[in-house]
């Protein structure tokens, strides 16, 4: 079966530090792999996506960035964070192959709050 | 572009039966997903709808009508667990046949 994994579960950040989020997917093999943001009371915003190693799409011009250095691992970073960008981060996989082709299947999230 | 449109909070009591809308206009259509999140935790798979018509799961039904873009989620013998936000969700053609595009969700209260 496949699981998929993001750390931190938490992250408390000043305003101007760096990021990195973690996502890594197991169990299946070239997955589409998805950043979405959440802030407070609001709908989830898709921030990135990939369809393989090293092929990223940004969909909200933002201080953020993401990068896809092995086929199941998908990293989201910032230089330096803003206040703005406190929020739940989530990332989420699929594939043509699943029954329900690219249902998307959420990881546990990470929950940013930059001070 | 895209707009998905939701009741932003709805409230039920136990038991009851509460129909949760959801009308979408996007560019070219290809399935419709209901998925349910509990404060704090990651969204989770609830239904799909590609063809017009009913789809029945348990306690959970969901509906769509294309040619209206249209969908509700019908929700009976509500549960004090059932206190979620209820997402929907469109897999438009024009944005690719991997992504969807996400309402900002219903948030729904059972009460005693």
């Known amino acids: 079966s496949q699981t998929i994994h993001q750390w931190p579960a938490t992250l408390v950040q000043p305003v101007g530090s760096p990021l990195s989020l973690e996502c890594t997917v197991e169990g299946t093999s070239n997955p589409n792999l998805y950043w979405y943001r959440q802030a407070a009371g609001r709908g989830l915003q898709l921030l990135f996506y990939s369809v393989g190693i090293g092929q990223i799409s940004s969909e909200v011009p933002q201080n953020l960035s993401a990068s896809r250095p092995q086929d199941r691992q998908f990293i989201l970073s910032s230089k330096k964070l803003l206040l703005s960008d406190s929020g739940f981060y989530l990332c989420?996989?699929?594939?043509?192959?699943?029954?329900?082709?690219?249902?998307?299947?959420f990881g546990p999230g990470t929950r940013l709050t930059v001070t | 572009g895209q707009n998905i449109d939701q009741p932003t909070e709805m409230t039920a009591t136990e038991g009851a039966i509460v129909q949760i809308n959801c009308t979408y206009q996007?560019?070219?259509?290809?399935?419709l997903f209901w998925y349910q999140q509990h404060a704090g935790e990651a969204p989770t798979f609830l239904s799909y709808?590609?063809?017009?018509g009913l789809e029945e799961k348990g306690r959970f039904s969901s509906f769509l009508s294309r040619s209206k873009g249209y969908s509700y989620l019908l929700l009976k013998e509500l549960q004090m667990k059932d206190s979620a936000s209820y997402l929907c969700?469109?897999?438009?053609?024009?944005?690719?046949?991997?992504?969807?595009?996400f309402g900002t969700g219903t948030r729904l209260l059972v009460s005693p």
């Open positions: 969700a469109v897999r438009a053609l024009n944005t690719g046949f991997q992504k969807l595009v």
């Open positions: 989420a996989w699929s594939s043509l192959r699943t029954p329900r082709a690219y249902e998307q299947y």
């Open positions: 709808n590609v063809l017009d």
């Open positions: 996007t560019s070219g259509f290809n399935g």
